[in-house]
Nanobody, 114 residues
């Protein structure tokens, strides 16, 4: 139900926009997580259906989350990419019908080369 895309190989200092298309339900909170090699998956940012955003303390102001409810999509823009941004990025969503629901996208790999 969640399909992430937009990852790839990017040079240091570049920008990237990740997309996640959600289908099959009406989604409330949506979010992006990432998992770097050898590390645990961590929250990057989340956004409510109304557009309220939350960013992890570990994430700098280079990240921007947004969504389009008409398309059932959530986006993550990353500017000034650094090698430490290299990770698999996963989108996440809960439906508006069940606060305990949890749907994950398949992940999209972002590799930042120096």
């Amino acid at each position: 139900q969640l399909q992430a895309s937009g990852g790839g190989l990017v040079q240091v200092g570049g920008s990237l926009r990740l997309s996640c298309a959600a289908s099959g339900s009406v989604f409330g909170t949506m979010a992006w997580y990432r998992q770097a090699p050898g590390k645990q998956r961590e929250l990057v940012a989340s956004i409510s259906r109304g557009g309220s955003t939350h960013y992890s303390d570990s994430v700098e102001e280079r990240f921007f989350i947004s969504r389009d409810n008409t398309k059932g999509a959530v986006y993550l823009e990353i500017d000034s990419l650094k090698p430490e941004d290299t990770a698999v990025y996963y989108c996440f969503a809960r439906t508006v019908f069940d606060d305990r629901s949890a749907y994950w996208g398949q992940g999209t790999l972002v590799t930042v080369s120096s």
